[in-house]
């Protein structure tokens, strides 16, 4: 559609508009993905701001945003549609004390649109007057299996049997946007119908770049005390290392307290905005934590306060 953007470089330009600084990988993968109409899978660690590019594009398109969040059990009833029962059941009754409907035209009422839950997926297949929405498939790698092979015929044909209605399938496919945190694997067969990009750690450079847009209120020498020291924990062994909404999160903590530079102490009281397993703050806590921010500090050309 004319309001997608027509080069890489376009991308990059979109996305910043809606404050996302992507690299020229990830924008080729969302550029190639919306000129071309094919879901786009995402896969990092958590935090990196794979579920990010679907809100962005949604605002920055002027799109719908559609999100169906996966977890372990999720079903179709859930995920794709359900009757209502309910409904269902008084009409039967009024129909009944009527006496004026054969089973047969009850039967072809009650399986009709009008008592069609709709869920994610389904909404995601209708019409829309702004475009087709954004379907974002979070955390796909939370679902099961039989799910995962559900989605084979939605990803492929963008289209789905409802056993009692028939087939419903887009008039224009949704831009669809699945994040794994790869928990599992998800299955090659799901995989093939997608591009596929690896959202990384940002560098220093630009995980900078982020935080002066998101936070602009933090001060100069913060900011950088901040991204090298979160940069040096990425380089730790860790059992969770930080992703860049740690990273944001930390600068608004320390903002609220007003700290305006980094100092061992404020570290150590503020690392549960970093960190988010007991054993990793215990193993960097005090010595650890003073000793990679003096490293941060000669890194910049001076000295913590």
């Not at 009850?106 to 475009?131: V, Y």
């Not at 700290?259 to 503020?270: E, F, G, K």
């Not at 397993?277 to 913590?304: H, K, N, P």
Request: glycine share 6%; charged share 25%; with cysteine.
């Amino acid at each position: 559609m004319s309001d997608r953007p027509d080069s890489v470089e376009a991308t990059l330009r979109l996305l910043e508009a809606g404050q996302y600084i992507a690299d020229h990988s990830l924008a080729t993968a969302v550029f190639l993905a919306l000129d071309l109409g094919r879901p786009l899978l995402l896969e990092g660690e958590a935090g990196v701001g794979k579920t990010e590019i679907a809100k962005v594009l949604a605002a920055t398109l002027n799109r719908r945003l559609i999100r169906l969040q996966c977890y372990e059990g999720l079903d179709l009833a859930s995920a794709v549609y359900e009757w209502n029962y309910s409904r269902q059941m008084i009409e039967i009754r009024i129909a009944e004390a009527r006496g004026q409907v054969s089973a047969e035209q009850l039967g072809s009422d009650i399986f009709s649109q009008r008592f069609l839950i709709k869920r994610p997926l389904l909404q995601a297949l209708e019409p829309d007057a702004r475009g087709a929405p954004v379907l974002l498939i979070d955390e796909l790698d939370r679902t099961d299996e039989p799910f995962e092979a559900y989605l084979l015929e939605v990803l492929s044909d963008f289209q789905i049997s409802i056993p009692e209605v028939g087939t419903v399938a887009a008039e224009t496919p949704p831009i669809v946007i699945i994040t794994s945190n790869r928990t599992r694997e998800i299955h090659d067969a799901l995989k093939r119908r997608c591009f596929y990009h690896w959202i990384d750690y940002p560098d220093a450079e630009r995980e900078l770049h982020i935080l002066n847009l998101k936070v602009p209120g933090a001060a100069a020498r913060l900011g950088q005390q901040i991204v090298g020291f979160v940069q040096k924990l990425r380089s730790a062994d860790l059992f969770k290392l930080p992703g860049i909404a740690e990273t944001l999160d930390w600068a608004q903590a320390l903002i609220a307290l007003h700290h305006s530079v980094l100092d061992p102490a404020t570290v150590d009281r503020t690392l549960g905005m970093l960190l988010k397993y007991q054993d990793d703050i215990a193993r960097i806590r005090g010595e650890e934590a003073a000793s990679m921010l003096a490293q941060v500090d000669r890194d910049m050309g001076g000295t913590s306060s």
